[in-house]
């Protein structure tokens, strides 16, 4: 089998890279929902014959990095690659199946060339709604996955490239909005189309057996530069601890530890010291919770390493089954990215202890989801989906960013006239929170703050958030970030509301305000510049 050479191979992975970022603009250019149009929350990517990640675009690292872990779950556990023929597309949201939680959907197709598998191509859009007790599929007080919404098993949704008209027809049945759900899988399904094409059409310039090949240089290509990586940083053992506030059924704080041990050119990261899963829905399956210690690593990287499946091969993970990071079916998984998101930052408060200075600060450590259900006089109902960000960790050398999507997440915002021009809902308040960037020698990023106000008579609020008991720490000195709030306000009383809320009704007027937090500081709050606190004060950082 022959194989390219250094410059033919750079190319052909450039090609492809490509090739995941058509699928992107493919997808954002013709979904329907703002959770997938505007929130920009789906992945796309490229695997090789067998199902290991070559390829991807620049979309969330959560999903990205636990892509192929679901689709590898899915041939091994569910639909061997030998069933898989020429204009399938196999589906999945199921958490236990391979999925990562129920809003996901995954959808992969195969790539033949002369009735050859050569390639896989895969997307991964967040779905405005998949049913369940909450809109949005985010119910706070679930207890069991069963109560999260409809799971959808590995099946092929085409078979040869025909419509199986009653999953469709099922999974429409079972959402608060079919034809956003409809729209999004049809977007879903293009992206595939074109990557496909893509693929097809790059194998049959190389040749089958050498894109093959290729595919197998370029993972082999990311090991031996992850296992560099790795070698550059000293052995030894590295632990750090971080804890979730809660898991909205019990007050009880949950525990998120890890240690990682570096040899050689291998690490291992160990997280048996992490809490027991939990009853609510704030458990991780390991794929979600792998995903997050592969960005860890790659985040710290000093050189540039291609972002492929070769990348995981150094890295081993204990992770017990029965604790939060490695839910045991049935436990709730829907807020799973709570964990990724401490998981993350506990990684790297460890890995500060290795490479300081290379490691920022806390960011603000969750995804600020928040669902509105709007029912309108004449009971027509709509769902809005929002996921909030807060300021960045701040670096040895420059402070954080504000308002800035980073780490487990790469989400864009709804603007406030998308959302006022489709649902009965106002968004009246929207800016930085002065003061939430933790102090230090350089500032942490500020949190944010968005206000809805509800113009029907009656709408339905849930919310998973986090980071407000616990909050972004500071590295070398600096101060944490300030805890995120949540305050319903009516008829001009406040009220504040906990992390987690679930179904709270409300009706017209009421207003909803959201503080998200800011990121840690860096380095001893006295060592800050006069300069740079006069600059803070000039535009409104610091509270008055």
């Known amino acids: ?22 699928m992107d603009v493919t997808v954002w250019r013709t979904s329907r929902s703002t959770v997938v149009r505007e929130l920009l929350d789906y992945s796309t990517a490229v695997f090789d014959r067998d199902g290991y990640n070559i390829a991807q675009a620049a979309r969330i690292p959560q999903h990205l990095n ?19 023929a020429e204009g399938d597309v196999v589906i999945t949201n199921d958490p236990y199946c391979g999925g990562q939680h129920i809003p996901d959907i995954l959808a992969f197709r195969p790539v033949f060339l002369d009735g050859r598998r050569v390639a896989i191509v895969g997307t991964l859009c967040h779905h405005l709604d998949m049913g369940g007790m909450a809109a949005g599929s985010y119910a706070a007080a679930a207890t069991e996955v069963f109560q999260e919404g409809l799971r959808i098993p590995p099946i092929k949704l085409l078979d040869r490239g025909v419509m199986n008209e009653a999953v469709l027809a099922m999974m429409r049945q079972n959402v608060r909005r079919p ?13 595939l189309a074109v990557g496909e094409a893509n693929l097809r059409g790059l194998a049959a310039r190389t040749g089958a057996d ?7 240089q370029m993972l082999d290509g990311s090991e031996r530069a992850m296992r560099a990586m790795i070698g550059r940083i000293p052995d030894g053992r590295y632990e750090f601890e971080d804890f979730l506030d809660d898991d909205g059924i019990s007050p009880e704080p949950i525990r998120i530890h890890a240690a990682v041990e570096i040899h050689g050119e291998e690490a291992t990261i160990d997280l048996s010291g992490c809490g027991k899963q939990a009853v609510g829905p704030v458990n991780a399956t390991l794929a979600s919770s792998q995903s997050a210690i592969s960005y860890a690593m790659m985040a710290i990287a000093d050189a540039e390493i291609p972002a492929n499946a070769g990348c995981y091969r150094p890295i081993r993970v204990i992770a017990p089954e029965g604790l939060i990071v490695n839910a045991r079916h049935p436990a709730p998984v ?33 995804s600020y989801v928040c669902s509105f259900q709007t029912i309108g006089e004449d009971g027509g109902r709509g769902v809005l989906v929002e996921i909030e960000v807060g300021g960045s960790g701040a670096y040895a050398d420059q402070d954080g960013l504000s308002a800035y999507t980073f780490g487990m997440h790469n989400n864009s915002n709804i603007p406030v006239e998308m959302i006022e021009s489709e649902l009965p809902l106002s968004v009246v308040g929207y800016g930085l929170v002065p003061g939430s960037g933790g102090a230090g020698r ?18 339905i609020f849930t919310a998973n958030l986090e980071r407000f008991r616990f909050r972004p720490y500071g590295l070398e000195g600096g101060e944490p970030g300030r805890a995120g709030q949540l305050t319903l306000i009516r008829g001009g009383e406040k ?50």
């Not at 679901?70 to 569910?78: A, E, H, Y």
């Not at 050498?210 to 197998?216: D, N, Q, R, V």
């Open 210 to 216: 050498t894109f093959i090949a290729a595919c197998a």
């Open 495 to 544: 009220q504040a509301l906990g992390s987690k809320v679930n179904n709270l009704r409300l009706r017209r007027g009421d207003v909803i305000r959201l503080e998200t937090s800011g990121g840690g500081g860096y380095g001893a709050p006295a060592e800050r510049s006069d300069a740079a606190r006069a600059r803070d004060s000039a535009l409104g950082y610091v509270a008055a």
């Open 179 to 191: 034809d956003m759900l409809w729209g999004d899988l049809q977007a879903q399904l293009a992206s």
């Open 334 to 366: 829907a807020n799973r990215v709570a964990v990724s998101h401490r998981l993350a930052t506990t990684v790297l408060g460890a890995l500060h202890q290795a490479v300081p200075g290379r490691v920022p600060a806390a960011y603000y450590g969750v």
């Open 442 to 459: 350089q500032r942490g990023g500020l949190g944010l703050y968005r206000e809805w106000r509800i113009d029907c008579p009656e709408a």
């Open 1 to 22: 089998m022959s194989t390219l050479d250094p410059v033919a191979l750079e190319i052909l992975r450039n090609a492809l890279t490509a090739t995941a970022a058509e």
């Open 66 to 84: 636990s892509m192929g872990a679901g689709l590898l779950t899915v041939v091994r556990d569910f639909l061997p690659l030998d069933r898989w």
